[in-house]
């Protein structure tokens, strides 16, 4: 295929309004699936976890898990929903290999939650009020592998396998009303909308929120139109975009790729875009029309969901901190310049970096592991795998070199073996003796030793030239293999110089 021609991103700005809107799917952490007593677990054997229910045999009859829909409402009253006294589950007709029944259970015109919002801060500080249209029930269906192919898609697969332990896992889907004027910012309204949203299902406890495992999925509906314009340009979805980059990166794209199209005189096609994460571009998926007709019609086989108002105001006390309360709290307790903090948020270290402090770091030390060395570390893995690190350690780590018993180097040669798997910080420095000499008498006779082969740096510091201690400073630090604190060299060696 051709690679699609895109118009410059400023140049697309000046000549097209963005509108975007957000459908991102969320799958709860209940212990068993949706409508059936299948555990609902991450990474066991394929199909394994199935039952009549799930994978549709005949006669078999669905119930609805309890949990999921308490966790569903507090989802939308986390972002300040109206909840539906009485919703229907709906059928959503359609045929696919990962979807035993033939059609999903979902809800349709009574989703549990509707009519919210939610305030989204980007990256340079502006604040967005993202409007919600709904939030409705919905299960999951199973996972397809395709095997064979180079890229692991279907073209070009010989054969695929299919895994039902999915099926039926509870989701939610949280649809935004169409987002107008962000202008620029779009691309980074969109992960910073999705981000919100995790740390919210985070907060509330619901959901695992773990992108790379799928637990949270962004659909991307992206639509340009000329500036002035009252009618709303057709739209392209990007599917199941699974982390916050890749949602500003595909965002970026689509407008890009509009934007030449429509300048060139040429027309939008409504359809599914598919983001290719390796080369950064979207590529047709299949049409899709508004009329897309699944045949909805009300599930006969369960009881409308009915949630009193004893309940309802029961989950609504039981709300943990909004996410942007939190923020404004933290920022307060650990006194950061506020690029600082906007650098953890966008780095999505707030939760690291609270744990930490928790564990007894000061905040500064918290951050400056996290945002620095760690960093460092996730990125060359480019984030695949997750850190072998606890908060909890990373606070040693800090306590360790605040007691003055490694220094820096030696710190970051000791997380080097905690992420190895060797154990706790102190372990670590207790099995390979890598503690700072603390013994100043070792450290005078390195010092005298390397002044020996320094003549003139004595007569140096005599006269206030302190650059010429560095030197010294220097030679001791390797011939203590860097176990030496600096510092205290550095003090030594001026009582020596001077006495
Ligand atoms: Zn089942």
């Given at each position: 295929?051709?690679?699609?021609?895109?118009?410059?991103?400023?140049?697309?700005?000046?000549?097209?309004?963005?509108?975007?809107?957000?459908?991102?799917?969320?799958?709860?952490?209940?212990?068993?699936?949706?409508?059936?007593?299948?555990?609902?677990?991450?990474?066991?054997?394929?199909?394994?976890?199935?039952?009549?229910?799930?994978?549709?045999?005949?006669?078999?009859?669905?119930?609805?898990?309890?949990?999921?829909?308490?966790?569903?409402?507090?989802?939308?009253?986390?972002?300040?929903?109206?909840?539906?006294?009485?919703?229907?589950?709906?059928?959503?007709?359609?045929?696919?290999?990962?979807?035993?029944?033939?059609?999903?259970?979902?809800?349709?015109?009574?989703?549990?939650?509707?009519?919210?919002?939610?305030?989204?801060?980007?990256?340079?500080?502006?604040?967005?009020?993202?409007?919600?249209?709904?939030?409705?029930?919905?299960?999951?269906?199973?996972?397809?592998?395709?095997?064979?192919?180079?890229?692991?898609?279907?073209?070009?697969?010989?054969?695929?396998?299919?895994?039902?332990?999915?099926?039926?896992?509870?989701?939610?889907?949280?649809?935004?009303?169409?987002?107008?004027?962000?202008?620029?910012?779009?691309?980074?309204?969109?992960?910073?909308?999705?981000?919100?949203?995790?740390?919210?299902?985070?907060?509330?406890?619901?959901?695992?929120?773990?992108?790379?495992?799928?637990?949270?999925?962004?659909?991307?509906?992206?639509?340009?139109?000329?500036?002035?314009?009252?009618?709303?340009?057709?739209?392209?979805?990007?599917?199941?975009?699974?982390?916050?980059?890749?949602?500003?990166?595909?965002?970026?794209?689509?407008?890009?790729?509009?934007?030449?199209?429509?300048?060139?005189?040429?027309?939008?096609?409504?359809?599914?875009r598919h983001w290719h994460?390796?080369?950064?571009?979207?590529?047709?998926?299949?049409?899709?029309?508004?009329?897309?007709?699944?045949?909805?019609?009300?599930?006969?086989?369960?009881?409308?969901?009915?949630?009193?108002?004893?309940?309802?105001?029961?989950?609504?006390?039981?709300?943990?901190?909004?996410?942007?309360?939190?923020?404004?709290?933290?920022?307060?307790?650990?006194?950061?310049?506020?690029?600082?903090?906007?650098?953890?948020?966008?780095?999505?270290?707030?939760?690291?970096?609270?744990?930490?402090?928790?564990?007894?770091?000061?905040?500064?030390?918290?951050?400056?592991?996290?945002?620095?060395?760690?960093?460092?570390?996730?990125?060359?893995t480019e984030g695949e795998?997750?850190?072998?690190?606890?908060?909890?350690?990373?606070?040693?780590?800090?306590?360790?070199?605040?007691?003055?018993?490694?220094?820096?180097?030696?710190?970051?040669?000791?997380?080097?073996?905690?992420?190895?798997?060797?154990?706790?910080?102190?372990?670590?420095?207790?099995?390979?003796?890598?503690?700072?000499?603390?013994?100043?008498?070792?450290?005078?006779?390195?010092?005298?030793?390397?002044?020996?082969?320094?003549?003139?740096?004595?007569?140096?510091?005599?006269?206030?030239?302190?650059?010429?201690?560095?030197?010294?400073?220097?030679?001791?630090?390797?011939?203590?293999?860097?176990?030496?604190?600096?510092?205290?060299?550095?003090?030594?060696?001026?009582?020596?110089?001077?006495k």
């Open positions: 295929m051709a690679k699609a021609e895109l118009m410059n991103y400023e140049k697309a700005l000046e000549q097209f309004e963005v509108v975007i809107g957000l459908e991102v799917h969320v799958e709860l952490n209940t212990k068993t699936k949706m409508f059936c007593g299948c555990k609902n677990e991450f990474g066991n054997e394929p199909n394994t976890n199935v039952c009549p229910i799930c994978i549709a045999l005949p006669g078999a009859l669905p119930a609805v898990n309890k949990t999921a829909v308490e966790s569903s409402i507090k989802i939308g009253l986390a972002l300040g929903c109206d909840i539906q006294p009485t919703g229907r589950f709906a059928r959503k007709n359609y045929f696919y290999p990962d979807l035993a029944k033939n059609f999903q259970t979902s809800q349709y015109d009574e989703p549990i939650a509707f009519n919210g919002s939610l305030d989204v801060e980007v990256p340079s500080g502006a604040v967005h009020n993202v409007l919600i249209e709904r939030a409705h029930m919905e299960e999951d269906a199973g996972k397809l592998t395709h095997i064979g192919g180079a890229t692991g898609r279907i073209q070009g697969a010989e054969y695929s396998l299919v895994d039902y332990n999915r099926a039926g896992v509870p989701l939610v889907e949280i649809v935004t009303k169409p987002i107008f004027g962000a202008g620029a910012e779009a691309p980074e309204l969109a992960a910073a909308y999705v981000r919100s949203i995790r740390e919210i299902v985070k907060a509330l406890g619901v959901s695992d929120a773990r992108m790379e495992r799928g637990n949270v999925r962004c659909d991307a509906n992206v639509s340009l139109r000329l500036h002035g314009a009252e009618k709303l340009g057709t739209r392209t979805e990007t599917k199941n975009v699974n982390s916050l980059r890749s949602i500003e990166r595909a965002v970026r794209y689509e407008i890009q790729r509009q934007a030449h199209i429509l300048a060139s005189g040429g027309t939008i096609t409504q359809e599914t994460e390796d080369k950064g571009t979207t590529s047709a998926g299949r049409p899709k029309s508004d009329a897309d007709d699944y045949r909805y019609f009300p599930e006969p086989d369960l009881v409308p969901v009915q949630p009193s108002k004893e309940l309802i105001e029961s989950l609504r006390a039981s709300l943990p901190e909004k996410p942007a309360d939190r923020r404004k709290r933290l920022a307060g307790e650990w006194n950061f310049s506020e690029l600082e903090f906007r650098d953890v948020v966008n780095a999505d270290l707030l939760d690291q970096i609270e744990e930490t402090v928790a564990s007894g770091a000061k905040p500064q030390a918290a951050r400056k592991w996290w945002m620095g060395e760690l960093a460092r570390i996730a990125n060359e795998a997750e850190l072998n690190i606890t908060p909890a350690q990373v606070a040693e780590l800090a306590k360790l070199i605040e007691d003055g018993k490694i220094n820096d180097r030696l710190a970051r040669e000791v997380l080097g073996y905690v992420l190895a798997g060797e154990g706790s910080p102190a372990e670590i420095v207790a099995a390979r003796g890598l503690e700072v000499v603390s013994d100043d008498g070792a450290l005078i006779a390195a010092i005298e030793a390397a002044l020996a082969n320094a003549p003139d740096v004595v007569p140096a510091i005599k006269e206030g030239r302190m650059q010429a201690a560095g030197q010294v400073i220097g030679a001791v630090m390797k011939a203590m293999a860097g176990s030496a604190d600096a510092a205290r060299v550095r003090e030594l060696l001026i009582e020596i110089a001077n």
